[in-house]
């Protein structure tokens, strides 16, 4: 069994924010699998899939960015998943805009979703992938940038951005090693 969550703000004025790329991301995982967001349970909005058998949950977390990690905790609890079973989806400002990175383990950096996460499940140690937002172009200050909408000419780089980091959660969640996602999406 894998959890999938996409972290971002769940109120529709954030809806194409910056900070919404991990809940565009999950969106799109769901959608690639045939499901919905049809459940609320443990402070998110949850969609469920099978592949090939084992239970994928998809989370978007309703307790807005900075309290992540009550869901994400909630979650793994009912489940009964370990780190190692948990994929994290999110936006990253020290990436350039559409690049995606993927990690086994890492620190939070400047995500403040992320800190939520580590500090409510106790490590570190759970792959992510990044999607990165940085425009060197634009100078103002990150909480004002991350909470700005994406300006429509970057829509088709997000959009590809986050089907590609759709398409790597789900090959992880269908038991492909995050290693080799890593080597087919880090490029």
């Known amino acids: 069994m894998h959890l999938i969550v996409g972290l971002g703000n769940p109120e529709k004025k954030y809806e194409t924010t910056f900070h919404n790329m991990g809940f565009l991301a999950v969106g799109d995982a769901a959608e690639k699998l045939g499901v919905k967001f049809k459940k609320k349970e443990c402070e998110a909005s949850v969609a469920e899939a099978f592949l090939g058998g084992d239970k994928v949950i998809l989370a978007r977390p309703l307790t807005y960015m900075n309290a992540s990690g009550r869901a994400v905790k909630q979650l793994m609890s009912k489940y009964k998943l370990q780190p190692e079973d948990l994929l994290v989806i999110y936006d990253d400002f020290d990436l350039p805009k559409g690049k995606l990175r993927i990690r086994v383990s890492g620190s939070a950096g400047t995500h403040n979703g992320m800190r939520s996460i580590i500090g409510e499940i106790g490590t570190t140690e759970f792959p992510r992938i990044r999607i990165g937002i940085k425009d060197p172009e634009v100078n103002i200050p990150i909480i004002n940038y991350v909470l700005a909408d994406i300006r429509k ?15 790597a959660a789900i090959r992880f969640a269908r038991g492909e090693s995050i290693e080799n996602v890593m080597n087919e999406f880090n490029r």
Do not use: H, V
């Open 153 to 167: 000419e970057d829509y088709p780089l997000f959009a590809d951005a986050c089907g590609k980091a759709a398409e």
